[in-house]
């Protein structure tokens, strides 16, 4: 099997960029994010997305030291992510209550 590749189409970044329109769509929402990375998980609202970095106004993550910040983001560094949108499951508040 062979690959036509004349036309040079980057998928790659047709990804990135479908991924960040999606990012800048949620601006203002509550997202949960899955990274491989330490600190591996964010709750907080989107504020804005700058060139390739999403800036989330951090309400919750593994650490309470962490939290209550702004963080930046890489969309590289997004394993899985949950964007909160009118009329759908809205994300649980998981501070811890003690």
């Keep these: 099997m062979t690959h ?39 709750i907080g609202t989107i504020v804005d997305v700058v060139e390739d970095l999403i800036e989330l106004d951090v309400e919750t993550t593994h650490f309470s030291q962490l939290e209550d910040r702004t963080w930046f983001i890489h969309i590289h560094n997004i394993e899985v992510f949950y964007i909160e949108r009118p009329g759908e499951p809205q994300i649980p508040e998981l501070k811890d209550m003690t």
Excluded: W
């Excluded at 769509?25 to 998980?41: N, R, T, W």
């Design 4 to 42: 036509d590749n004349s036309n040079n189409i980057d998928v790659n970044a047709i990804h990135d960029m479908a991924l960040l329109d999606h990012f800048i769509d949620g601006i203002g929402q509550k997202v949960i994010i899955l990274s491989p990375s330490f600190p591996f998980l964010f």
